[in-house]
T-cell receptor, first 114, second 113 residues
């Protein structure tokens, strides 16, 4: 069964610090991997997308990396801000399924404190 | 900007009631989805629709049905609500071509008592 596992489950960091979230997946073959940010009480919003041939993608202070050989991805947040407090979800799109059946991780809950 | 709206942010229903959750998108997207999100389980696909009046079961369709009479609107129906259907329900939409990015609504927190 296709799976996406994320670690840690939750994380607390001080404002201004960096952090890295991990995602391991078994989905194969896959079309792309996205990281979504979900603020409390809102729907997820896409942060980055990487195809199987890409190994890094940045969006401001967010940098995602992908190692398709080891089936691992990470999301690095630089100089964290209070507004980064959210759940971060790793999502893998299988090559089959027409882009409609995604596999979602359970998310990492990040809290940024003063 | 793509906008996906859901009819209610919070809903409380009694066991056995019929429940309708409505979702509307304003970007002429072909595909629409209903997920439920539970702690520790991530998002799970209930149903999706790839065209008006067309639907396909997701991973957990039992106890749910859907309706898509117009392209912009996708409804999730709980025929007889049960307490194990207490959850956060998220609607999403996407274009059929060019991108698989799904755009999500704000969610409906449903409590069945």
């Amino acid at each position: 069964k296709n799976q996406v596992e994320q670690s840690p489950q939750s994380l607390i960091i001080l404002e201004g610090k960096n952090c890295t979230l991990q995602c391991n997946y078994t989905v194969s073959p896959f079309s792309n991997l996205r990281w979504y940010k979900q603020d409390t009480g809102r729907g997820p919003v896409s942060l980055t997308i990487m195809t199987f041939s890409e190994n890094t993608k940045s969006n401001g202070r967010y940098t995602a990396t992908l190692d398709a050989d080891t089936k691992q991805s990470s999301l690095h947040i630089t100089a964290s801000q209070l507004s980064d407090s959210a759940s971060y979800i790793c999502v893998v799109c299988p090559l089959t399924g027409g882009g409609n059946k995604l596999t979602f991780g359970t998310g990492t809950q990040l809290k940024v404190e003063l | 900007d793509v906008k996906v709206t859901q009819s209610s942010r919070y809903l409380v229903k009694r066991t056995g009631e019929k429940v309708f959750l409505e979702c509307v998108q304003d970007m002429d997207h072909e595909n629409m989805f209903w997920y439920r999100q539970d702690p520790g389980l991530g998002l799970r696909l209930i149903y999706f629709s790839y065209d008006v009046k067309m639907k396909e079961k997701g991973d957990i369709p039992e106890g749910y049905s859907v309706s898509r009479e117009k392209k912009e609107r996708f409804s999730l129906i709980l025929e007889s609500a049960s307490t194990n259907q207490t959850s956060m329900y998220l609607c999403a939409s996407r274009l059929d071509q060019g991108s698989d990015e799904q755009y999500f609504g704000p969610g409906t927190r449903l409590t069945v008592t």
